[in-house]
């Protein structure tokens, strides 16, 4: 499935990507575009020959422009899976609407808790004793698409926020690409805002088994 891949910063996720396509994920990445022109990400894009784009809200006179050009890039590269990998924008309605049910974000936390910025801190902050990372479809709510993949980790005593996100990141890095070879094989998909894996709704989020 040719997919498209948007990026801001280091792209540790879609370094995963990049080597599983290259083994046993049935993906083709088509297109890398990241938001931020110094994201180490674009250097990997380069380094596995995949087309890649810088494509700044600076340089658009508004959200809806940025988006547009967004979207027309994605079109012509043929995507017909999105995938956000660390990419720091909040996406327009009219984005989201387009490509409906065809975008997946991955989100360090366990969702629909701690949606947005500094989940960590904010996990160790309220003593929490499990954390984890989802991924999700994107709807127009921020981090607010149904779940489709998740899995826990328990934080330990002490623990500080970069020891949590690098356990975590490790846990984005497995689920990943199971849901996206889940969506890409036809069994996952959303409808009427809701996910569904194998034409039955889903209500628990699977996940896998630790790394
Ligand atoms: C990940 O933690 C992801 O959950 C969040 O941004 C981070 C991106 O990391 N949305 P990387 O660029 O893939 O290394």
Request: glycine share 8%; hydrophobic share 40%; aromatic share 6%.
């Amino acid at each position: 499935m040719k997919t498209a891949v948007l990026i801001s910063g280091n792209g540790s996720n879609l370094q995963v990507l990049i080597d599983r396509a290259a083994v046993d994920l049935p993906i083709d990445i088509c297109a890398v575009i990241s938001s931020k022109a110094d994201a180490f990400g674009l250097q990997r894009a380069q380094r596995a020959g995949i087309p890649a784009w810088v494509l700044s809200p600076a340089d658009y006179p508004s959200r809806d422009a940025c988006d547009a050009a967004l979207a027309e890039r994605i079109e012509q590269s043929g995507a017909e899976l999105i995938v956000l990998a660390g990419f720091m924008r909040v996406l327009t309605p009219g984005f989201v609407q387009r490509f409906q049910g065809r975008i997946l974000n991955i989100h360090p936390s366990l969702l629909p808790r701690y949606r947005g910025l500094n989940p960590h801190r904010q996990v160790l902050e309220n003593g929490d004793s499990k954390h984890g990372a989802s991924v999700h479809f994107v709807t127009e709510e921020l981090d607010g698409g149904p779940v489709v993949m998740q899995q826990s980790l328990s934080v330990h005593a002490d623990e500080t926020e970069p020891e949590l996100a690098t356990r975590v990141q490790s846990i984005e890095h497995a689920i990943y690409p199971e849901a996206i070879r889940l969506f890409a094989s036809g069994r996952l998909a959303m409808r009427n805002g809701k996910a569904w894996l194998d034409g039955k709704e889903l209500t628990i989020p699977p996940g896998i088994e630790k790394p």
